[in-house]
């Protein structure tokens, strides 16, 4: 898959926290981060994959990562509470 620069300079700033990391070693990061991520959904926008165990989600549209995020605690706080209401709503 390909790793847009874009991506790579998300991983850099928002999960490395280090923007003088190496092109190189930021993409075997993110390939390795990527290999642990399930499939979530999928919009005109792209396909969500979520690397649970480590937050990170992925944003790939036509065979290529286009970002990569932290997942924000509270919000993933909020998903696990919806799927448990879900689960008992019907």
Do not use: C, W
Not at 47 to 56: A, D, G, Q, T
């Amino acid at each position: 898959m390909v790793i847009t620069k874009h991506a790579l300079e998300q991983y850099k700033k928002r999960i490395a926290n280090n923007p003088y990391l190496s092109n190189t070693a930021a993409s075997k990061t993110i390939e390795a981060l990527f290999g642990g991520a399930k499939y979530i959904s999928d919009n005109s926008s792209g396909i969500l994959f979520r690397n649970e165990s480590m937050n990170v989600e992925f944003i790939i549209k036509r065979g290529k990562m286009v970002t990569l995020f932290p997942i924000n605690p509270k919000a993933k706080e909020e998903r696990g509470k919806n799927a448990i209401i879900n689960k008992y709503a019907g």
